[in-house]
């Protein structure tokens, strides 16, 4: 509680108080702290950042202390943590310096098919892309911990799964965060409709939980259990994948045991770019955030950003022109490199000239008429972006979803564990959005094994040969422009991390043709904008952002006061 009100307290007095000189705030707050060893661990739950410095604590590397948060974060944020999901991390491990990429998405079982969300007049079937068993892809998150454990990390599987374990078998103190959503008519419906969902996320008859109460998780307990006896295998072949098959065949989804077993890991070459002097490392395809991000910095270099200044019209209409080509971009280019040859000119600095010549200062270059469908895509609170960095040198980014909050709303009877409704990001019809309002073309059309095109954008920038800034964020098709105001924000705007974090964020996505702006860029920006011809759109808030940012032999770190209970923890 008390913690709580200090991020709440620290979010309202900080707005007026910004300053570059570090650090801003004392020793000790949750949401802007700075301490000189040890690491950091930040996350969208305080009480997982709190795993992953404990995990530091022991002597654990910035892998074990990720892990370890990723798993815990399975139990207490039961939206977007997750085992039934799949995500992305970059790794810096600074012995070898060297950084890594690991993809470990959720793959399409091998069955689906192109038109498997089409109905019989041709036409996209959201309730069968998104909230049948049909939208879950063979989940990776599994996989992916155990691979960056077993290769980066120094503690056993064993040890970081023993925090998640007994999260899960005690049970934890319901946040307000959790409470609401679960009462929310949206999520209450849905998850009360799934009996073995119903049982874990409310009372009898379907009563709900209020904050403060425990909640106590014993099937994902024995889950945890399972994958710390037993290892992956117990999820990919032993008694969970039996499970998952058992649902499949009894509910209509589509994977397999073999689909389970064939699920792989890919280890992939991080995307480097550059923005005037800071190296930027962040994530290749099967997702289109390093791509994007490293495109729009490309082209955003040439602009006088600092000049025109944070949040001026000038500086939100270049902005919008970059995004705008960016989304287009995607829509056609983008898909999983292991199926389609994404190509590599988008990242070059020759491209983002040619793009930039097409840009004005003055005038708003209109999207093309593309059906637009769904005008303004609503943003679930549910993805996770969580960062860590250790006092050896190392950091870890990671991004992990269930795609919606609380994935397809279903979860795999015996288990305690939602499965990802991940399909939906395939391109299901071309011109027809998916939940984000994204559109999608022949590169990110569904194929057997085929990895679902993504937005999240793990991301770590170096200054000086060093990692500097680790950061990243859900928020759906809006992930990628959120991690790019972050940056710019601290590149070239030089904000302190909690600054940058905190500051309003706008963004465009070529189609629907709207400008979408937080609140508090001012009215006088907002009426020149639309003297300028952009259709404005007053947005919720856009993402979370777990940051941290080494600076000499100091770590500052800011969790995203926009979701509740985030946290910054250290050693
Ligand atoms: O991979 C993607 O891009 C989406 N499945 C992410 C969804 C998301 O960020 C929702 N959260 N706010």
Known sequence: MKKVVSLVIFTILSFPFFSNDLPIVEYGS???????DGGMVVSQRMIASEVGAQ?????????????????????????AGNLGGGGFMVIYLKEEDKTIAIDYREKAPSAATRDLFLDENGDYDRKKAQFSLLSAGVPGSVAGFHHALTRYGTLTWEEVLQPAIKLAEDGFVIPHDLANTLASKRYRERLSADPAAAKVFFKKNNEIYSAGEILVQKDLAWTLKQLSQNGPEAFYSGDIAKLIVKEMERNGGLITLQDLKNYNVAERQPLEGSYKGYKVVSMPPSSSGGT????????????????????SADTIHILAEVMKRAY????????DSDFYKVPSSLVSKKYAKALNKEISLDQV????????????????????????????????????TLNFSYGSGKMIPGTGMLINNEMDDFSSKPGTPNGYGLLGSEANAIEGNKRPLSSMTPTIIFKDQKPYMVFGSPGGSRIITTVLQVALNVMEHEMNIAQAVHSPRMHHQWLPEVLMLEKGFGSDTEKLLENKGYKL?????????????????????????????AGVATP
């Not at 994007?292 to 949040?311: R, T, V, Y």
């Not at 679930?380 to 190392?394: A, K, Q, R």
């Open 292 to 311: 994007h991000l490293i495109q729009m910095l490309n082209m955003l270099e040439d602009f006088p950003i600092k000049e025109m200044g944070f949040g």
């Open 328 to 335: 287009a971009d995607r829509s056609k280019y983008l898909g």
């Open 55 to 79: 995990i530091l604590a022991q002597g654990g590397n910035a892998v074990d202390a990720a892990v370890a948060t990723g798993l815990a974060l399975a139990v207490v944020l039961p939206r």
């Open 365 to 400: 270059t209109p999207s093309n008429e593309v059906s637009p469908g769904n005008p303004y895509p609503y943003e679930s609170p549910d993805t996770t972006h969580f960062s860590v960095m250790d006092s050896y040198g190392n950091a870890v980014s990671n991004t992990y």
């Open 30 to 36: 949750i949401n802007h702290p700075v301490i000189d």
């Open 537 to 565: 759109y007053q947005s919720s808030t856009m993402g979370s952002v777990q940051a941290i940012v080494k600076e000499g032999n100091y770590f500052y770190g800011s969790a995203d006061p926009r979701r509740p209970s």
